[in-house]
């Protein structure tokens, strides 16, 4: 009894869904146009805008605020990402979606029109806002249109769009910037927008959805003043305030509190923005602990290689994005050859295993990296490490969907994207500490106490030409620090990912529901029933 209803959803969702019509390639490939050139928008805004804060700051002032025109953006987007996935479920993924996309650019238009620093802040947190539905309106629809079993037939384009703002994102902002005005580094969304609008406008038919349940108002507040204080933890730790100030701890204290009143609250309302009962699922728990640290072994990476390639092998900053090709070429062939994999055969559960296994070795890798490595040698470190990523990226979104009910599929993408994120948040910020920490230790190791205070400098400040400026002895000192700082951040990314190791071994090979998928013997193909496995267990 207990089977029967946890595998079947209300009956007028399941009705709207029994009504899905099956869709030839072509359909779903005109379909994907649209959602690839909305992924750009997503990937691409933060790359772009980086490149041009430096004249943003001449012209705007407020420099003192900075630091806030990113972080405004990063905390919309991750408050709201699991508002649009529940609310894609609850009133329809088309609608929602391309909501998210007139709200995105909206905010791009405005923040492009800014007159001061605080005009800007506000419109980024506007098209923050935007931008937690891109990337969940991305996912949840191609999971409500293509069966997993054929997925892996269209994840290497997003592998590819994600290589693509990697390397082209800082490339672009630095030649909008020079040669038109940063103003264009929001502009250019416009264009983009307006073609994602009018794709997904005109081939994306989903079935309406009718439903009246009430929106959970006080989970969402809860939830979204969590995952805040998460993200300013991550933000201003070790940065603007000591770890163990008033208020990082207050921060702490806050998120914990929130966090704790969300699963209280959660248990007991009609239609939950987060369901607590899709952690009961084994292989959604484990996906989910997977992608967050996916996301801050990733993150951490991209902050930390070009640093040391700028500092102590001496690459062009210009070139920033390049810096990060090798390991964005692991990436993107890895991705489409395990996506290629799982369609012909529809088993999944090695892939996770070799994957975490490869980036675990991959950050042992480069933590051996110090002042006479060179620069192919590191790039061979960066593929190994780009291959374990791209073992795992479209992997873990697509056992996570595969993990629940079409009903449900919003809730499971956003929090797959929200786990990565936080996990990115969390990694860049507790690297970010780690290295500081030991580029000051050298620093005094080499230099003495009165030079000390060269280490506690950010090293991002130091420019290429601000260190060829310096004395050879602390020339020779900071090369070292930068060094040790790596490898310190590395061995413990490492650490960190032999938990996803682990957590890739206990997870189980559920069969994916798709057109290729073979039914279970004697039940007609019930055997992909979303919840089968969360029944089981």
Not at 162 to 174: C, Q, R, Y
Not at 422 to 435: C, W
């Amino acid at each position: 009894m207990s089977q029967t209803k946890a595998a079947d959803p209300a009956p007028e969702k399941k009705a709207a869904e029994e009504e899905e019509p099956a869709r030839s390639p072509r359909e779903i490939r005109l379909v994907m146009i649209g959602l690839v050139v909305t992924m750009l928008l997503a990937m691409l805004d933060n790359l772009i805008v980086g490149t041009a804060m430096p004249t943003i700051v001449r012209d705007l002032g407020g420099a003192e605020h900075l630091s806030w025109v990113v972080t405004a953006y990063i905390l919309a987007t991750a408050a709201s990402t699991p508002i649009w996935g529940k609310l894609g479920d609850l009133y329809g993924r088309k609608g929602t979606f391309l909501t998210s996309i007139v709200i995105f650019l909206a905010g791009s238009a405005l923040s492009g029109l800014s007159q001061n620093m605080n005009e800007l802040i506000g419109f980024r947190a506007l098209q923050g806002l935007g931008a937690g539905g891109l990337m969940v309106g991305v996912m949840s629809i191609m999971g409500a249109l293509v069966p997993p079993r054929d997925r892996g037939k269209y994840q290497g384009m997003f592998a590819a769009v994600m290589a693509l703002a990697t390397v082209g994102g800082p490339l672009i902002g630095g030649f909008l910037t020079d040669h038109l005005s940063w103003r264009w580094t929001f502009y250019i969304n416009l264009p983009l927008g307006v073609v994602a609008l009018a794709v997904v406008v005109v081939t994306l038919k989903l079935p309406k959805v009718h439903n009246k349940a009430r929106i959970d108002y006080v989970g969402a507040l809860l939830l979204t003043t969590g995952i805040t204080a998460l993200t300013l933890i991550t933000t201003w730790g070790g940065q603007d305030y000591a770890w163990g100030s008033k208020q990082i701890l207050g921060l702490a204290a806050l998120a914990a509190a929130t966090l704790i009143a969300f699963c209280y609250v959660e248990q007991r309302v009609q239609e939950p923005m987060l369901p607590l009962d899709l952690f009961k699922n084994l292989n959604f728990t484990l996906v989910s602990l997977i992608g967050f640290i996916v996301g801050f072994v990733m993150f951490g990476a991209t902050v930390f290689l070009p640093l040391y390639q700028q500092t102590v092998q001496g690459a062009s900053a210009t070139s920033s994005g390049l810096l990060l090709m090798p390991m964005m070429f692991g990436m993107l062939v890895i991705s489409l050859v395990v996506g290629q994999a799982v369609t012909k055969t529809g088993k999944y559960r090695i892939y996770p295993i070799i994957g975490t296994i490869v980036m675990t070795g991959g950050m042992v890798l480069l933590s051996t990296m110090g002042t006479e490595t060179s620069s192919f040698t590191s790039a061979c470190w960066m593929v190994v490490l780009g291959a374990g990523m791209g073992f795992l990226m479209q992997i873990t979104m697509l056992v996570a969907q595969n993990s629940v009910e079409l009903k449900d599929m919003g809730v499971a993408s956003s929090t797959a994207t929200l786990f990565r994120t936080i996990g990115g948040s969390f990694g860049v910020a507790l690297f970010g500490a780690l290295f500081n920490s030991r580029v000051t230790e050298t620093m005094k190791e080499r230099l003495g106490d009165a030079a000390a205070g060269g280490g506690k400098a950010d090293p991002n400040q130091v420019s290429l030409e601000t260190l060829k400026a310096m004395p050879a002895p602390v020339q020779d000192a900071y090369h070292h620090a930068v060094s040790n700082g790596i490898h310190t951040v590395f061995l413990w990314g490492a650490a960190v990912a032999v938990i996803a190791v682990a957590a890739s071994v206990f997870m189980r090979e559920v069969p994916l529901r798709g057109s290729g998928a073979p039914p279970k013997d004697g039940d007609g193909g019930k055997a992909a029933e979303p919840n089968a496995e969360a029944v089981a267990i």
